[in-house]
């Protein structure tokens, strides 16, 4: 009986230890899997990444990332890359930049948003009074060419018809980002671009020589420009449409604040599409295998791409943004059909660069 107890002394013992030994190679691989992305971001992504619902799904696959926020033409241009693990913009033509500079191949597009202009309803009234805007059952589109003859014209607001609640002299003109530094500039440059070349994308010097008198001004005429839409969206929630009467930013930054019920957006507040638009597709571009880790996570996660659309961005689950507008009662186009390319990344450089020499 002695023999048998110690026997099994002796299996408990070999278990326990097995155990001990299984346990601690489990936890040394856990801890292997766990690592640290350090990443540089556009603005519209910061509350994504501050989300806790964010960072505990990122966890959850070994994933703690840490972000640093710029323009987008800024990270492109501006940042000494080689310090971090992934970039993630907002638009193509930045992060082509940077793929051609870094020589990389792999990219990723977890999600995308279509331009779009945050307005009020008395502007909006007075527009569609002045054909500048149309209400399509609920859904405001902002006509591009009508408001680049008013542009080209250089006419004022106070010099539209049946206008009792905007007569002030400031030229009629969209306030957007600074066009050398910020993707949502770049990108209104490119759908200005198409209409003023006659509904053409703009593809050769010859195009550019004829757009840009006209380009320039939009830009030019502002005055001082931010490097991020986060601060002109700010502008918008606290200052009222004195200051801006037309702001362009991305439909995802409206969609979150008017999601979140918290009175920032309030029932005068609304948004128009350009017509026509353009996506902004937001690309991560991974510099290491951290990088990479990170971009297959935001892709293919499924908890990670509900979480995108609840921050107000688009992707490929159509049917969970339907709900989310829905549930929130938010007034977004389901689809856009009037939707254009951006110019190739080297012209849309060339008549950045030619606004860049004017400043």
Do not use: C
């Amino acid at each position: 009986m002695k023999r048998s107890l110690g026997l099994l002394l002796s299996l408990l013992l070999i278990i326990g230890v097995g155990i001990a030994i299984y346990l601690s190679v489990q936890e040394q691989m856990g801890n292997r899997s766990k690592i640290t992305v350090h990443g540089l971001i556009g603005s519209e992504k910061e509350e994504f990444f501050k989300d806790p619902r964010v960072l505990a799904a990122l966890q959850r696959l070994g994933l703690t990332v840490q972000v640093e926020k710029a323009g987008s033409r800024q990270i492109a241009t501006s940042f000494d890359l080689k310090l971090y693990d992934f970039v993630f913009t907002a638009g193509m033509p930045a992060a082509e930049k940077i793929r051609r500079d870094r020589h990389l191949n792999q990219f990723y597009t977890p999600f995308f948003t279509p331009m779009t202009i945050a307005s009020w309803q008395p502007i909006v009234r007075l527009l569609v009074n002045n054909g500048m805007a149309e209400d399509r059952g609920g859904i405001l589109f902002f006509k591009m060419a009508p408001f680049l003859d008013a542009v080209k014209a250089q006419r004022r607001w106070k010099e539209l018809a049946d206008n009792h609640d905007y007569a002030v002299s400031k030229n009629i003109l969209i306030t957007s980002t600074d066009v050398r530094k910020s993707n949502s500039a770049a990108m209104y440059l490119a759908l200005a671009s198409f209409v003023a070349n006659g509904d053409n994308v703009v593809q050769s010097d010859a195009d550019i020589d004829r757009v840009m008198p006209l380009l320039e001004g939009l830009f030019l005429r502002q005055g001082f420009t931010e490097s991020s839409t986060e601060y002109p969206f700010e502008d918008y929630l606290v200052m009222g449409m004195g200051k801006s009467p037309l702001i362009m930013i991305y439909e995802a930054q409206f969609l979150h604040r008017a999601a979140a019920g918290d009175g920032g957006i309030t029932s005068d507040m609304v948004l128009l599409y350009p017509e026509p638009t353009l996506y902004t597709k937001h690309v991560l571009l991974p510099l290491n295998e951290a990088g990479a880790r990170l971009g297959e996570a935001l892709t293919n996660d499924p908890e990670l791409q509900r979480l995108a659309v609840e921050h107000g961005f688009r992707n490929q689950n159509i049917a969970y943004f339907r709900e989310f507008t829905r549930q929130h009662h938010i007034t977004a186009a389901d689809t856009l059909t009037n939707v254009i390319d951006a110019p190739s990344y080297e012209v849309l450089e060339r008549m950045i660069q030619r606004i860049e020499q004017r400043y």
